[in-house]
């Protein structure tokens, strides 16, 4: 197994108490097999889970100051979920660091998501313990500021029809309908026009080389018309 030194220099992060790193990658059937171990790695995932929180949404807060309430707690969502951090644990490799239990070990247990990421989690609450919230918040922002932007552009479209459609659903009891009112070009090469309709009134239009594309520009356009955004 690699050594903690090593984890630290290809992570970015120094802990002044290792112990507090070595429990952070204690997982619990490694105490069944240790009985000089005393402590695994929940409660630091708990206060991981916490912290991560916290800075994910001030870092999305700070960063797109153009979004609203429901696609700030979307993306927060998005970026805190098990397979996420998993995928940032196995850019960390901390899989070879995890102190396994042999069964849990032979079952796959460092590749799997859920623990994983909770081993993530549980080093951002050693590191909270051991050097204060802004090591954590310089770590997190480190990982996650791109993760944020892509996944950002990823979900605006799909964002935008499933947001009309809560706002129509709450606002006016009715749920929007899209219409194609227009194709026009060549087969290879046609642009749609689409309007979203609620209850037989147009909140918004808007054009796409896919109907599926011409559907989210108007639903973003609706948005906009009832100030939702």
Known sequence: MASLAELQQQAGFTFHNVELLRRALTHRSYLNEHAEESEDN??????????????????LYHRFPEMQEGQLTRLRSALVRAEQ??????????????????????????????????VFEAILGGLYLDSGLEA???????????????????????DAKSYFQEWAQSELNHT??????????????KTFAVEVRVNGEVYGAGAGRSKQAAARAAAMDALKRVGAI
């Open 176 to 189: 929007p309908q899209y219409v194609t009112v227009s194709a026009e070009g060549p087969d290879h090469e």
């Open 42 to 59: 929940e409660r630091l995932e708990f206060l991981g889970d916490a912290v991560l929180d916290f800075l994910v949404g001030a870092m």
């Open 136 to 158: 954590v918040k310089e770590f997190v922002e480190r990982l996650l500021l791109p993760v944020a932007a892509e996944v950002a552009r990823e979900q605006s479209d799909i």
């Open 85 to 118: 951090l998993a995928g940032l644990a196995r850019q960390l490799e901390l899989g070879q660091y995890i102190r396994l239990g042999k069964g849990e070990d032979d079952a796959g247990g460092r590749e799997r998501d859920t623990l994983l990421g909770d």
